[in-house]
């Protein structure tokens, strides 16, 4: 999956950098210099896209716009190898990095290796002025250097992978901790004779094909926070799918966990209407029950959240027995 620009750039910086790059772009357009004031636009196009990737549009085709600028960066900086003004190819060396930041990591190792192989031919044969020497030297000390701080990042992310327990995006454990933690809590459950329950709660995909994936992805981060802010301390909740959670729920029955979890659906479907989005909210719910272990326990939950969706969405189902009163949504036994 690309990296976002919001990933690369911290937002407070890229609303500064947009100011900035657009007074520039304004600036040279006033000192008619055409490619310099292109350069800045597409640049600060970049950090305007960055700063409303993640944000609720419908309108505007974010990840199109980020692609043209990205495509008129690279045209303007490289058509003032010939053109001029020679200044603007110094702003080549800071090229690697964007690139890392707006394309897929293969793709931008070949944009990079291409670019670097375009350079300095185009120097060497097209360029008689006596500092192009220096330039080339600096631009490929600056990609190494790039390439230095990527290979760091990119080895970084990947020995503290198997060491974060939580989705970056919605704050939610991992799905690979779930089968460990629910076979402790069964086993506490067992040993104290308490009670235990599963709620799936996710979004129903049958209306989610309605509004844009970007208000969907914008959402996620504040639906993870609500799921914090409504369980218990001693409650923990997983991010099983994109738009699917499940939360372990210690000395909880089914009613008192149908209860939990009409309650949390009701206000994850106020909070999508907050944002203008005609999305709704279904929960399953499974307690345990004798012979049940940790995976299946989730998949009672999840069968419960998949018979609750494929009667039409918007309510909370149980896996045991019917419940007979009857909230906002439909509770009864999961067949």
């Not at 700063?51 to 008129?72: A, Y």
């Not at 979890?261 to 709704?280: D, F």
């Amino acid at each position: 999956m690309p990296q976002l620009a919001e990933k690369f750039l911290p937002s407070k910086l890229s609303k500064i950098g947009f100011i900035v790059l657009a007074l520039t772009a304004a600036g040279f357009a006033m000192l008619r210099e055409p490619l310099a004031a292109a350069a800045a636009a597409s640049t600060a196009g970049l950090f305007l896209t960055g700063m409303h990737g993640n944000r609720r549009r419908q309108s505007v085709p974010w990840p199109q716009l980020r692609i043209l600028f990205f495509i008129t960066l690279n045209l303007a900086l490289f058509a003032a190898l010939w053109r001029g003004p020679w200044t603007l190819s110094h702003w080549l060396y800071a090229l690697p990095l964007i690139t890392f930041g707006f394309v897929p990591a293969y793709a931008a190792l070949v944009i990079t290796i291409a670019g670097v192989i375009f350079v300095m031919s185009s120097t060497q044969s097209f360029i008689t002025l006596p500092d192009r020497h220096q330039m080339i030297s600096a631009f490929v000390l600056s990609t190494l250097l790039g390439a230095i701080l990527i290979f760091l990042q990119k080895y970084k992310d990947r020995q503290l992978k198997p060491l974060r327990r939580t989705d970056q995006l919605t704050q939610a454990a991992s799905r690979e901790y779930l089968s460990a933690d629910l076979h402790k809590e069964i086993q506490r459950s067992e040993r104290e004779g308490t009670h235990l329950s599963a709620m799936a709660i996710g979004l129903d995909t049958h209306v989610s094909d309605t509004a844009p994936d970007a208000d969907i992805s914008a959402i996620l981060p504040r639906i993870g926070r609500y799921l914090h802010s409504q369980l218990r301390d001693f409650d923990t909740y997983y991010r099983m799918a994109d738009l699917q959670f499940l939360a372990i729920l210690p000395s909880t029955n089914t009613a008192e966990a149908a209860d939990t979890a009409e309650r949390i659906r009701n206000g994850l479907c106020t909070l999508m209407a907050s944002h203008g989005l005609k999305l709704t909210v279904s929960a399953g719910v499974a307690g345990l029950n004798i012979g049940d272990d940790a995976d299946s326990l989730q998949i009672s939950a999840s069968n419960a959240l998949r018979r609750a969706q494929q009667q039409g969405g918007n309510r909370t189902q149980t896996y045991s027995n019917p419940v007979p009163n009857d909230l906002s949504g439909t509770r009864g036994a999961a067949q």
